[in-house]
């Protein structure tokens, strides 16, 4: 049904038949195309063995009847539902015109059973979209951009009225300008994004701020493209989000992570954090872990990515991390492990690393962690960890 419903074009064929009204509609004679559809060889249907009735669907039948045997009416036309030779329910239209001073009546059927579906398909894949448009919490929008480089709305769903504090009644007046909602600060970055994007046809991808009220505003990312163009000006089709909570959530993470970046560097004695899902992944570290590790902070974190496993041996990097979600498992305030690690100059020592679970305000948790040296203690590295 989906493929019937997505095709352009499909065939039609017109399925030709004579009835005599005088014998409740009974086929006299008719073309091949009939002749398939019901399943009735040409020469059973001219001698007679096919009523029209038979053939459509009951609840049709009396209304049918009704008008092609309407006195002093040359011309027939009804909708109903005849039944293939296969059974199923097939929707024809008819026309039809009586023969002058006879009871018969040549009838021609097409069967609209695809385009109703059709029609029915795109009415209902309308109305979900429009739907869908004014419901979805992102922002619809088409904007020009006129030769004075205003950028003047053509549409914006309820999405995108929320983003500009605005209305459909009034971005529906003549002129309705976004340029004047764009936050001065950010109306270069916009317009250079416009100005890319007419030169080079690529699709715009910024973050603005957007002004709803005096001293308010929203934080909105655009994807827009150009659709076409009106008088050589161009319209830009763009879908719009607000990410005003994601601006001050990331805004709160910075500040977190530099007052923590600030208290870490202060700290003593090899100080680093992780999460407790990749506890082998450095967050932050101390200065005196730089030191203790004898690695720079460009090694650490621009070349190996703060993976403390590529410093440790291979054998021990899958029993260190089985061991520390075993320990976070279990609830232990805290966690003792011990592992050997390649300092800077590309010697192996072994370290004592002990951890704390912290919870943070978004409901997460990282690992606080300190190393100690204590090769003098364990001459060799323990592939087995502290038990």
């Known amino acids: 049904m989906t493929e019937m419903i997505e095709e352009d074009f499909y065939d039609i064929e017109l399925m030709n038949l004579v009835v005599d ?115 979805v919490t992102g922002g619809v929008c088409l904007f020009k951009v006129t030769d004075d480089m205003h950028i003047v709305v053509q549409y914006l769903n309820e999405g995108g009225c929320r983003l500009f504090g605005t209305s459909k009644s009034r971005y529906q007046k003549q002129d309705y300008r976004l340029d ?39 934080w909105c990312k655009v994807n827009a493209a150009i659709e076409s163009y009106e008088d050589d000006n161009p319209v830009f089709h763009a879908m719009l989000t607000d990410i005003t909570k994601v601006k001050a959530a990331e805004e709160r993470a910075d500040k977190m992570y530099d007052n923590l970046a600030r208290v870490f560097k202060n700290l003593p004695n090899a100080v680093f954090s992780t999460d407790t899902e990749n506890p082998l992944t450095l967050q932050i570290v101390s200065e005196d ?41 279990e609830g232990r305030p805290e966690i003792l492990i011990r592992y ?9 020592f072994v370290v004592e690393d002990r951890r704390k679970v912290v919870a943070q305000d978004d409901g997460n948790f990282n690992m606080l962690c300190s190393l100690r040296n204590v090769t003098k203690k364990y001459q060799t590295a323990s592939p087995n960890g502290i038990d």
Do not use: W
């Open 21 to 135: 009204k005088a014998d409740n509609l009974r086929v006299i004679d008719s073309d091949s195309h009939f002749s398939d559809f019901t399943g009735v060889h040409p020469s059973k249907i001219k001698q007679g063995k096919l009523f029209l009735l038979d053939i459509i669907k009951p609840v049709y039948r009396e209304d049918i009847m009704k008008v092609v045997c309407k006195k002093n009416s040359p011309y027939v036309y009804f909708d109903a539902e005849f039944i293939d030779k296969n059974g199923k329910e097939i929707l024809i239209h008819c026309t039809g015109q009586n023969f002058e001073n006879s009871t018969h009546c040549r009838l021609t059927l097409v069967d609209i059973s695809k385009s109703k579906m059709k029609q029915e398909a795109l009415r209902k894949k309308a109305k979900e979209m429009n739907y869908l448009i004014d419901l």
């Open 180 to 218: 004047e909602l764009i936050h001065p600060e950010d109306r270069s970055l916009v317009f250079q994004a416009i100005g890319k994007a007419m030169a080079t046809d690529e699709p715009i991808d910024i973050e603005f701020r957007t002004i709803v009220h005096k001293d308010e505003f929203k």
């Open 289 to 329: 872990f730089i030191k203790f590790l004898g690695h720079s902070r460009k090694t650490l974190f621009d070349e190996h990515g703060g993976r403390l496993s590529d410093f440790m041996q291979e054998r021990e990097v899958k029993y260190v991390t089985a061991n520390i979600k075993k320990q976070l498992d």
């Open 340 to 348: 050997s690690i390649r300092s800077g100059r590309g010697k192996f």
